[in-house]
């Protein structure tokens, strides 16, 4: 049904371009953080969805992209140093300085496996903590810094100055939004087209069989290591989506919850896939608001400091509880169930193959 | 001098601490070939139990009640989820704990909130002076308790019935079922051990001079990841051993903090991932970890 994945496809590029002028801002900005979500989420599901590889320092590279940017974009000022770059060449540098960090972690990376990767890679995050805490000039230590907003020949990305669009104003909200779209698409389309060819299928022999893809002529480390530097790469490019809409960078969220995060994004929403990163961001990241815009409506969800379960709280245990029932449950993830859904709608039985491959 | 033995003598005793952690995510690695993420949780849980109970049912009753519910747990958490799981990978496995642990720490620190709760334990503030070097009475009881824990965990490992199974189990599982080895039994049964040892050792991360268990109790735990992983995932001696070098090494980092302020301050809680790292980068499965031979 190659005309209805086209219809579909077109309906969410519409839907992506109209939502700005229809959304509040609130939704609009719980939109941009989940989709800056998802294209950490589809790094960190080539390296552990697609590859096998654990890695608990997702974070880490969020950061790195994050702080990066920061540093490279601003004119130095008081006690914190910048380079006043550019602020578009800011952006790519800051992402192609998370992936020199995770080129640098490659000899781990490419050597280690399964639980030594993973708390190998959870250093990086108790490292990174240290140096954001402790690099004051460059990182403005625990307050963080205020991150220079993106200028892309002359448009600004911040509420000012403003634009106004068929009658809509457009702020940071709007504007972040459709950057973030479109970066998205960007970063879906690479990774569609990283896993459906050579290199996926090469990725997924070595999570399945290392010792096979050796033997079948697959240079495995130097595979595991590529891997690890593009997931790095994707993660930092979150990281700048991140900090240009915080407007501000605090180290205290590029912790280990944060890698945690990434990691159920990817089981709830389908391991080693595109789609299955970004409806597991989808889901982790808007939990939260959700939970928080209608917790006077919700039992069980009560306002913070009176008892029950915050909000954040609340979010937390659901998706903890999320994350085992998909194990146990849904093996595809939500994905997975998704295509299931499919093939019962239109009575066909799933050949076995199709279900292998679409984990 | 003076100092340098006190930091030591720290340090032994709270790596020997470290070590009982990681020996329970040994066992469980060596028994299901499961990472477990929740190990922090079940050390919260046990600490937990002890904290609320030893008012009303006295030290001693409240520690073995905080022992048995944290090796429930651990039972638990084998028994409802990590059988049940039809997860190829160990990679998924190890985040299916990743979500139970999330599930029980929020509980827990919700419970405890911003409290810091006293573990009611006999040894209070006491100091021990051994000639010049004074170390507090809590250190030596982790350091005597831990090492007769460990000794007898060891002994049994190598002796009994149980210990026989266990490392049939963990040498290759499959061959351990057909002679008659049960498999579920001998998983279930070193998810509990952990978490009994994750409870004892919550107790002497809580006691003096830590102030009390509060919600970053949990995260202490954090630090006995790089000493299973230095030791050597699959060996019992290794947690041991990457117990003390981990305790050692962040026991002379903070006591040599300001020697050491290019580094930043709290280099003491980073220290022991940076042996790991440099660890790791020689001895890629760890000091006494077996490595991974594949013939072709």
């Excluded at chain 2, 070939?33 to 139990?49: D, R, Y």
């Excluded at chain 2, 149980?162 to 080895?181: C, I, K, P, Q």
Aim: charged share 10%; hydrophobic share 55%.
């Amino acid at each position: 049904m190659p005309a209805f994945k086209a219809i579909v496809w077109a309906a969410v590029a519409v839907a992506a371009v109209v939502a700005p002028f229809y959304l509040e801002s609130f939704w609009l900005t719980a939109g941009v953080f989940a989709m800056a979500a998802a294209i950490g989420a589809i790094g960190i599901n080539l390296l552990t969805g697609a590859t096998g590889q654990l890695s608990m320092g997702h974070a880490f590279f969020l950061a790195v992209g994050a702080y990066g940017y920061v540093y490279l974009a601003a004119e130095p000022e008081g006690g914190l140093g910048g380079l006043g770059l550019p602020t578009p060449l800011a952006a790519v540098l800051a992402v192609a300085l998370a992936g020199a960090a995770g080129g640098l972690f490659s000899p781990i990376a490419g050597r280690l496996k399964g639980a030594y990767l993973g708390i190998a890679t959870l250093a990086l995050i108790f490292l990174g903590q240290h140096v954001l805490f402790n690099a004051g000039p460059v990182t403005g230590g625990y307050n963080g810094r205020p991150v220079p907003p993106l200028e892309i020949f002359g448009f600004v990305f911040a509420d000012d100055p403003q634009v106004v669009l068929l009658g809509v104003p457009f702020g940071a909200a709007e504007k972040l939004w459709l950057l973030a779209a479109a970066l998205l698409a960007l970063a879906a389309w690479f990774a569609r087209g990283v896993l459906a060819d050579r290199p996926g299928r090469a990725m997924n022999t070595i999570r399945d069989h290392e010792t096979a893809a050796g033997v079948m002529g697959v240079p495995v480390a130097r595979y595991r290591a590529g891997v690890f530097v593009l997931s790095s790469m994707y993660g930092g490019l979150a990281g700048v989506l991140l900090a240009l809409t915080f407007q501000q960078t605090v180290p205290s969220y590029f912790d280990m919850l944060r890698s945690l995060d990434y990691l159920a994004m990817i089981v709830i929403g389908g391991l080693g896939s595109v789609g299955g990163a970004v409806i597991g961001a989808a889901f982790v990241s808007l939990l939260p608001e959700v939970l928080g815009r209608y917790s006077e409506a919700l039992p069980l969800v009560a306002a913070p400091g009176s008892g029950g379960f915050s909000p954040a709280e609340a979010s937390r245990v659901l998706y903890g509880i999320a994350v085992v029932a998909v194990v146990l449950f849904l093996p595809g993830g939500l994905l997975g169930l998704a295509a299931r859904a499919r093939r019962a709608l239109s009575g066909r039985l799933p050949h076995p193959s199709k279900s292998r491959s679409a984990r | 001098m003076t100092t340098f033995a006190e930091l030591l003598l720290n340090g032994v005793s709270i790596g020997a601490v470290y070590a009982l952690i990681a020996l329970g995510f040994v066992i469980i690695f060596k028994a299901s070939e499961v990472v477990n993420f929740a190990h922090a949780s079940l050390l919260l849980a046990g600490g937990f139990i002890v904290a609320e109970l030893h008012p009303r049912i006295g030290f001693w009753a409240a520690l073995a009640a905080g022992i048995a519910a944290a090796a429930l747990l651990g039972a638990l958490i084998e028994f409802c989820v990590i059988r049940r799981s039809k997860a190829a990978s160990h990679s998924v496995l190890a985040i299916v704990t990743i979500g139970v642990d999330i599930v029980l720490v929020t509980e827990l620190t919700r419970r405890i909130g911003t409290d810091v709760l006293a573990m009611g334990d006999p040894w209070g503030s006491r100091v021990v002076h051994l000639g010049p070097v004074s170390i507090a009475q809590t250190r030596v009881v982790a350091l005597v308790v831990a090492a007769a824990l460990i000794t007898t965990f060891l002994l049994a490992f190598k002796y009994t019935g149980w210990g026989v199974a266990m490392r049939a189990a963990a040498e290759d599982g499959e061959t351990a079922a057909l002679m008659g080895v049960r498999l579920s039994r001998v998983s279930l049964s070193a998810w509990a051990v952990a978490g009994a040892l994750a409870a004892v050792a919550a107790l002497f991360l809580a006691v003096f001079p830590t102030p009390g268990l509060d919600r970053t109790t949990a995260s202490a735990a954090m630090k006995a990841f790089p000493a299973a992983i230095l030791g050597g995932l699959d060996s019992t001696t290794g947690a041991l051993v990457g117990g003390l070098i981990v305790g050692v090494t962040e026991s002379l980092a903070t006591g040599y903090q300001s020697e050491l302020s290019f580094l930043g301050r709290g280099i003491g809680d980073v220290a022991p991932f940076l042996v790991m790292i440099v660890i790791l980068l020689v001895r890629p499965a760890g000091l006494l970890g077996t490595r991974e031979l594949t013939r072709v």
